[in-house]
T-cell receptor, first 115, second 112 residues
């Protein structure tokens, strides 16, 4: 079946540091890939997405590139802020048109950014 | 923000009692989902709905049932709650059933 594996957390950084959160997946064909973010006490929000190989999703200074050859979708940001402290989830939906939006999530990575 | 309301926000119950969680949306989206969030597991799909009275099982559906009698409401029922069902439950909605899900703020359920 489909699965998503994220790097172990938590991740603690100083403000303006470079961020990488690794994500790899197992799925047949070409799934759509997503990063969701969960701020404290809130539900998840879509951060960015990519729907085909070599696509780069970007939003709010975050980027991730769909790498089919390494089955990866790593999240990066060049300079993190305290307000980026949250839990980040990598997720996928299967290839094809009948997924009904059902997401398979990774386990989540807690990011804490200190001033 | 998408209009999604989950109720209750917090609940403590005893093993063996029935529990119903409600998700109400004002967006008229066709698709609705129930997920549970547990440490080390991320979010896992319990049940989903692709229309009124149309529902199907997700990855972790054992011990749960759902009903959707109208577009705006999606109910999740634990027929006889167990301690393993202690979790945070999230409702989500989607218009096209493809990519972008909007999530509610969650229900913290504790089964003692």
């Amino acid at each position: 079946g489909n699965s998503v594996t994220q790097m172990e957390g938590p991740v603690t950084l100083s403000e303006e540091a470079f961020l990488t959160i690794n994500c790899t997946y197992t799925a047949t064909g070409y799934p759509s890939l997503f990063w969701y973010v969960q701020y404290p006490g809130e539900g998840l929000q879509l951060l960015l997405k990519a729907t085909k190989a070599d696509d780069k999703g970007s939003n709010k200074g975050f980027e991730a590139t769909y790498r089919k050859e390494t089955t990866s979708f790593h999240l990066e940001k060049g300079s993190v802020q305290v307000s980026d402290s949250a839990v980040y989830f990598c997720a996928l939906t299967p290839a094809g048109g009948t997924s009904y939006g059902k997401l398979t999530f990774g386990q989540g990575t807690i990011l804490t950014v200190h001033p | 923000d998408a209009g999604i309301t989950q109720s209750p926000r917090h609940k403590v119950t005893e093993t063996g009692t029935p529990v119903t969680l409600r998700c109400h949306q004002t967006e008229n989206h066709r698709y609705m989902y129930w997920y549970r969030q547990d440490p080390g597991h991320g979010l896992r799909l319990i049940h989903y709905s692709y229309g009124v009275k149309d529902t199907d099982k997700g990855e972790v559906s054992d011990g749960y049932s759902v009903s959707r009698s109208k577009t705006e409401d999606f109910l999740l029922t634990l027929e006889s709650a167990t301690s393993s069902q202690t979790s945070v439950y999230f409702c989500a909605i989607s218009d096209q059933g493809n990519e972008k899900l909007f999530f509610g703020s969650g229900t913290q359920l504790s089964v003692l």
